[in-house]
């Protein structure tokens, strides 16, 4: 290849990463939209979509996150496929707001006949699948440089490529027995990915272990705030969909911000090694909060109890 055709290729390659974080966006914009119309528009809208408003409100920002550091890395490091995958996310993230809001919009709202509302309907019973795995697979499993841990374990990335498939086949025809397999095939995969990541560290150097540090820190920050608000879900709102409540409707999609912030730093290597600063001010304030929230409720409970009005019986 020519000199003259690389800073071509660049272009192309900056111009697309930055099309489709704008593809983002708008998808974001227009899906934000429609749910908000079908929301004030209908007071009867099924507990489940009515319960994930509070996600359903704050995905564009983890997803137009990720499709601005997807393209921001395409831009900076071309070379690095965690920048593509980054802007798959965002746009797939975004697709999947579009789908959900027009597919409320479509049923919940007043409006002419739309034709296409069974194939919105179709496509939002599976659309989750393709940046879930593009998020809790492929990212790992790449990170940072946009390459396995060593060419051995490309086949894992097969794999896993099947159980997605297999998941569409069981959510698009209703068949549990595909289902299930392809979830739990995702989750050996997303197991097996984090595992790379670890033996990656092992062998790394030292640039290259404060980039996956980074990481982790936001993986971890992410793992927390999905185990605690599982156990909210079942302790409090007694179902096991995660983002269906207000608590993990708001707290996943501001850990994948996180996320996707984490990896804008270490791959643009900017503040790259301020890491344990950060971590140590973050355990901090974590305990600040939990301090400061343990108060709280001991103060809410106990002033509630003295002001409650004594029972008449």
């Given at each position: 290849m020519t000199t003259a055709a690389r800073p071509a290729s660049g272009r192309i390659r900056a111009w697309l990463g930055w099309t489709l974080a704008?593809?983002?966006?708008?998808?974001?914009?227009?899906?934000?939209?429609?749910?908000?119309?079908?929301?004030?528009?209908?007071?009867?809208?099924?507990?489940?979509?009515?319960?994930?408003?509070?996600?359903?409100?704050?995905?564009?920002?983890?997803?137009?996150?990720?499709?601005?550091?997807?393209?921001?890395?395409?831009?900076?490091?071309?070379?690095?496929?965690?920048?593509?995958?980054?802007?798959?996310?965002?746009?797939?993230?975004?697709?999947?707001?579009?789908?959900?809001?027009?597919?409320?919009?479509?049923?919940?709202?007043?409006?002419?006949?739309?034709?296409?509302?069974?194939?919105?309907?179709?496509?939002?019973?599976?659309?989750?699948?393709?940046p879930v795995n593009l998020t809790f697979f492929f990212l790992p499993f790449l990170f940072p440089d946009g390459a396995p841990v060593s060419p051995r374990w490309w086949p894992l990335a097969w794999?896993?490529?099947?159980?997605?498939?297999?998941?569409?086949?069981?959510?698009?025809?209703?068949?549990?027995?595909?289902?299930?397999?392809?979830?739990?095939?995702?989750?050996?995969?997303?197991?097996?990915?984090?595992?790379?990541?670890?033996?990656?560290?092992?062998?790394?150097?030292?640039?290259?272990?404060?980039?996956?540090?980074?990481?982790a820190g936001a993986a971890l920050l992410l793992a927390v705030l999905t185990v605690a608000a599982t156990v909210v879900s079942f302790l409090v709102y007694h179902n096991g969909y995660v983002v269906f409540n207000p608590v993990g409707g708001t707290a996943l999609p501001l850990g994948l911000a996180g996320l996707a912030a984490a990896i804008g730093i270490s791959v643009l290597r900017y503040h790259l090694y301020d890491i344990g600063v950060f971590l140590r001010r973050a355990l901090v304030y974590a305990v600040l909060v939990v301090l400061i929230g343990a108060v709280y409720l001991v103060l809410v409970v106990s002033i509630g109890t003295r002001i409650a009005p004594p029972d008449d019986g």
């Open positions: 704008v593809a983002t966006i708008a998808l974001c914009g227009a899906g934000t939209n429609f749910g908000d119309v079908a929301a004030t528009a209908h007071a009867h809208l099924p507990p489940q979509l009515r319960a994930a408003q509070h996600y359903f409100g704050l995905t564009p920002i983890f997803a137009i996150s990720f499709a601005i550091v997807g393209a921001l890395i395409v831009w900076r490091r071309p070379r690095n496929r965690i920048g593509w995958v980054c802007c798959g996310i965002g746009v797939l993230w975004g697709v999947e707001e579009f789908v959900l809001g027009f597919y409320s919009y479509a049923v919940y709202a007043p409006h002419p006949p739309i034709p296409a509302t069974h194939l919105v309907a179709w496509l939002a019973g599976w659309i989750w699948i393709l794999v896993a490529l099947g159980g997605v498939a297999i998941s569409i086949a069981g959510a698009t025809t209703g068949i549990a027995a595909l289902s299930l397999p392809g979830q739990i095939i995702g989750l050996i995969c997303a197991v097996l990915a984090t595992c790379t990541l670890v033996i990656r560290y092992r062998r790394a150097r030292f640039e290259e272990r404060q980039q996956i540090k980074w990481f």
